[in-house]
């Protein structure tokens, strides 16, 4: 987000890296994820999460309604 506020971006998107082919717990990274965008302090005005499937989506809708 830091880099995002130096490039004067007004949205950014963030993959979840390593939670198709690797398999990387999903819900563990839609809980770091989620909580690291809400946390930060910045001018951006919109994260999107760029995710693998139905299920890493059904459990990032599930920490964005936290």
């Not at 398999?23 to 965008?37: F, K, L, S, W």
């Not at 693998?52 to 989506?57: I, L, N, P, R």
Request: aromatic residues 8%.
């Amino acid at each position: 987000m830091g880099v995002a506020d130096e490039l004067g971006a007004k949205a950014v998107v963030f993959p979840a890296i390593s939670t198709g082919a690797y398999r990387r717990p999903v819900e563990g990274a839609a809980r770091i994820a989620v909580r690291t965008v809400r946390e930060a302090e910045t001018s951006v005005e919109k994260a999107r999460f760029d995710l693998f499937d139905e299920s890493a989506c059904e459990a990032f809708a599930a920490r964005v309604g936290d």
